[in-house]
């Protein structure tokens, strides 16, 4: 067996020893510092990077929200205006109908008038229909003009 060698520490190399372990801890210290700052700096860029990612994808869903409600707005008031138009054809052909029998009975009750008239040099050529119920008269007649010369 070897002998044991005793390790004499004078106070000089303690004063030494506790130095080079201040200095190393700090050189330590300080790396961790670097690195805990690195990873800040990664973390702060990571976080800005999924707020903008969050953003865009945010920004599309709304685009493809606001896409389909209009097209649903615009469906609607298409089937709106295709209502509100066969409403409207309704009446129209129930205003024509009416129209239609008002004005045979208005023709048959009350009587019209109807006729042209053709003016030439120095007469008046007349055409008249006048019709008073189922009766009608046809009148047709030829004025001379009394024209001074």
Known sequence: MSPKVRIVI?????AIISIQAWWRGTLVRRTLLHAALR?????CWWKQKLVLLMESRRR????????????????QS????WCIRLR???????????????????????????GHYDLKENQL???????????????????????KE
């Open 125 to 147: 050529n007349l055409q008249l229909e006048i019709s008073l119920g189922s009766q009608a008269c046809r009148v047709q007649q030829c004025i001379p003009l009394p024209i």
């Open 39 to 43: 990873a800040w700096i990664i973390q």
């Open 60 to 75: 599309v869903a709304l685009d493809a929200f606001a896409r389909q409600e209009w097209a649903v707005v615009k469906l």
């Open 88 to 114: 409207y054809l309704r009446l129209l052909h129930a205003v024509r109908i009416i129209q239609v029998y008002w004005r045979w009975h208005s023709c048959h009750t009350r009587g019209f008038i109807q």
């Open 78 to 81: 298409w089937v709106r205006m």
């Open 10 to 14: 004078t106070e000089e190399s303690k």
